[in-house]
């Protein structure tokens, strides 16, 4: 056997579970290395602390209160052994980034101190060239700049003290993830307050937020790192099914393996110290497939969260033998991972909007959040499909696999008939009074009618679950700011324009409240009909449908991003002061971009393996087989095609598949060469998905054909059952 797969095979056969003791209660652990509330009374002055809290209203921080907050975060921070500080941010790699900087201060007399101030809390200028602008930094002018998030706790993570923060140039455009969110926090936590004050005066905040659930494939680090193309992309590129895979659904909610376990158990304990609360844990349906989900929590820090999140679990990891795939879609043939994005709206007065209340009232509430969140995914379905596309995401997204590219929304059999009813209720003239009598009628079955509304539709992309929507076309590995940003954005605008054509209803007409209310109301359920869908969203007729309705059915990333430039769009976010056009084009381009270079390494990998490892392989096995006709014939003379002839069938099968491959690669290089040459982002990023991509089934196709015919012994590259069984 090719020495890489045998000796990756035998090492993983070593790998047991590590050993793995709880010393503490979880509730003990929850938050211990977390900058929180308890720690900033303990160690901040009452003015510090103050600040601090009024910050996460808006309020600015003057430099010597900031001075304060870094003595203090300094002192908590020695107390726990951090060595060192980091601004720490989310550029748009997708990655996070850190720069560590050690407290350590050399002074004079060959003496050092311990130094951390005001200063180095609040900005830094990480020498930024590196990271992707989109060309609002040119290289010659490398000067972006981090700043202090203090919405968001700082943290330690092994020996350094993490300070969450944004990432802009300077001249002040976003070259990260957290700014635009927490600009569109803002515009929704504004448009919302507004709305509620006409069913409850005393709202001051709303806070969007945000629970995710995160999918993975947990893969024995040594086979994983025999395979070139798992270890560069991501994903195989190849590799024929294995005879069993998900179809006996023994996986889903099974035991959790042992080894598994011990990882799960040694990663729930770094999370609690870091603040993350991790709940739930269970199989997912493919082989090796798991979920891990926290308790939701506000959404700029949930998104936080998430990202470290995946860098805890990449280093956990490494310490039990793993190695986690974030990709959506390492192993075709079995389901692909996706990070189901659960959004609501929750007062500072302890109100989830969208949850019915007990009375007519609080559901009128409800209903205008409820319908005002439908009518802006109908009108924005195309850009938020944009915010979740990625060449990884491609995968599932209309690629038969949960949930298609089109964009719908799905609220169940009761909500539906409520909407309709609602919807012909108030039919007719405005609001004669017996009427407000039948509607609030309407509205007042709704909590009752929600308890056993329990039918869920796994099919769609975007979906009502009871208090919540959960958006679930999110990617496993993208990051939650980009789909956050949107639909609070999408939402926040939606809520301002429905005050004011409430207002304009009430004041010109001099119209009750809640008639008004209801007739805005009636007629976006009317306007934004087209996007509810509650069929089976795989299905052809959907597509059908789909496309009659006018909906979007952006396949490919290249075509579903043209979405985030579009006049709509840019305005949008230029209005709510969320990113200029700069920065909406900016980031266009750089996911465009980052497309291109992701097709451009996987054709560059899947080429070196189908030549270099596969045919080679089988030319090998093809000289045995020779070797054994050869003989054949000279021991039976004429008569050996008697006892050749499944042989002498190997051979010429073989030689077809080399052929194709060896012309398809051909064929995909001449294509990226061609592709390469263009200048034109958007044209090339065309090119590699129209022109480059599709050839790669091909070659895969001959490939995992090759698998089946030859010898075991002989293959090179671990196989399926090996990287989805082994345990
Ligand atoms: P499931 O969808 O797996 O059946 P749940 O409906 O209990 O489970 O919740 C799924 C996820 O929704 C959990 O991660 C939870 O934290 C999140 N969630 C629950 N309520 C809210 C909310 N108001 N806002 C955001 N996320 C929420
Ligand atoms: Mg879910």
Redesign the pocket.
């Known amino acids: 056997m090719p020495v890489l797969r045998f000796n990756a095979l035998k090492e993983s056969l070593n790998n047991k579970p590590v050993p793995f003791k709880e010393s503490h209660r979880r509730s003990e652990l929850f938050g211990s290395n977390v900058f929180n509330d308890a720690v900033m009374q303990q160690h901040l002055t009452k003015a510090a602390y103050t600040a601090i809290k009024e910050a996460k209203n808006g309020a600015k921080i003057d430099r010597i209160t900031a001075d304060h907050i870094a003595a203090g975060m300094k002192e908590w921070a020695l107390s726990k052994g951090a060595t060192h500080y980091t601004h720490w941010f989310q550029p748009l790699t997708g990655a996070t980034a850190e720069k560590h900087d050690a407290f350590f201060e050399p002074v004079q007399n060959g003496l050092a101190i311990e130094k951390f101030e005001g200063g180095q809390l609040v900005q830094q200028e990480p020498d930024a060239s590196s990271f992707p602008s989109g060309g609002i930094r040119n290289t010659f002018e490398a000067r972006g700049y981090t700043a202090w998030d203090p919405t968001s706790p700082a943290f330690i993570y092994g020996t350094t003290l993490c300070v969450p923060t944004v990432f802009v140039s300077y001249t002040g455009e976003a070259l990260d993830y957290k700014t635009p969110l927490l600009k569109a926090l803002q515009a929704v936590d504004t448009a919302a307050v507004a709305v509620c004050k006409y069913f409850d005066k005393n709202v001051r905040k709303v806070n969007a ?5 995160q999918e993975y494939f947990l893969i024995d680090s040594a086979l994983a790192n025999s395979r070139p193309d798992i270890m560069l992309t991501g994903r195989t590129l190849l590799g024929h099914s294995s005879a069993k895979g998900q179809q006996l659904d023994d996986h889903y909610f099974g035991t959790i393996p042992n080894r598994a376990m011990a990882f799960m158990r040694d990663l729930e304990t770094e999370c609690m110290k870091l603040g993350i609360p991790v ?2 844990r269970h199989n997912e349906v493919a082989p090796n497939q798991f979920e891990l ?4 929590d506000e959404a700029n820090l949930a998104v936080d969260h998430n990202s470290l999140l995946m860098d805890v679990m990449d280093k956990v990891a490494e310490r039990h033998n793993f190695k986690v795939l974030f990709h959506e879609k390492p192993f075709a043939g079995v389901n692909g991972s996706g990070k ?1 994005n ?3 709206l ?1 007062t500072d007065t302890g109100v ?1 909007l ?1 949850s019915p209340g007990k009375t007519p009232m609080s559901n009128l509430q409800f209903l205008t959040f409820f319908v005002n969140t439908i009518k802006a995914v109908h009108d924005y379905e195309e850009l938020l499909r944009a915010s979740i596309a990625s060449a990884s995401n491609d995968h599932r997204l209309g690629a038969n696999e949960a949930p298609p590219a089109i964009m719908s929304v799905f609220i169940g059999d009761q909500l539906t008939k409520v909407l309709e009813d609602l919807e012909s209720v108030t039919k007719g003239k405005l609001s004669p009074q017996e009427k407000t009598d039948l509607k609030l009628n309407v509205v007042g079955k709704i909590p009752e009618i929600l308890l056993d509304n329990t039918d869920r539709n796994r099919t769609s992309p975007f979906a009502f ?4 929507f ?1 958006f679930r076309a999110v990617g496993s590995k993208a990051n939650c700011a980009n789909p956050m940003t949107v639909l609070n954005s999408i939402v926040a605008k939606q809520l301002t324009e429905f005050k004011q054509e409430v207002d304009k209803l009430i004041d010109s007409k001099s119209m009750k409240k809640d008639d008004a209310v209801f007739n805005v109301l009636r007629e976006y359920i009317k306007q934004s009909k087209a996007i509810l869908f509650e069929g089976n969203g795989y299905s052809e007729a959907w597509e059908k449908e789909a496309k009659k309705r006018g909906l979007s059915n952006n396949k490919t990333t290249p075509e579903a991003l043209k979405a985030r430039v579009s006049k709509s769009a840019i305005s949008l976010f230029e209005d709510l002061g969320v990113m200029n056009a700069v920065e909406s084009k900016a980031r266009y381009e750089i996911e465009v971009e980052e497309y291109v270079l992701r097709i451009q390494i996987e054709g560059r990998v899947l080429g070196d393996i189908a030549r270099n490892h596969v045919v080679p392989t089988a030319v090998r096995y093809q000289n045995i087989l020779i070797d054994n006709v050869k003989g054949l014939k000279a021991i039976y003379d004429k008569d050996y095609k008697k006892f050749a002839n499944e042989q002498l069938k190997l051979i010429e099968a073989i030689s077809y598949h080399i052929e194709a491959i060896n012309s398809g690669v051909t064929l995909m290089t001449d294509e990226r060469r061609k592709a390469n040459a263009i200048d034109d982002v958007e044209k090339k990023a065309k090119a590699y998905c129209e022109k480059v991509k599709p050839l790669f089934d091909d070659i895969r196709y001959h490939s995992d054909k090759l698998e089946l015919l030859v010898d075991d012994e002989l293959w090179p590259l671990t196989k399926y059952r090996e990287l989805l069984f082994t345990r």
């Open positions: 937020s945000l629970g995710w659930e709940k739930t989900a926290p308790i939701y189901h659960n959004w609501s929750g989830n969208l679950t009871g208090n919540k959960e």
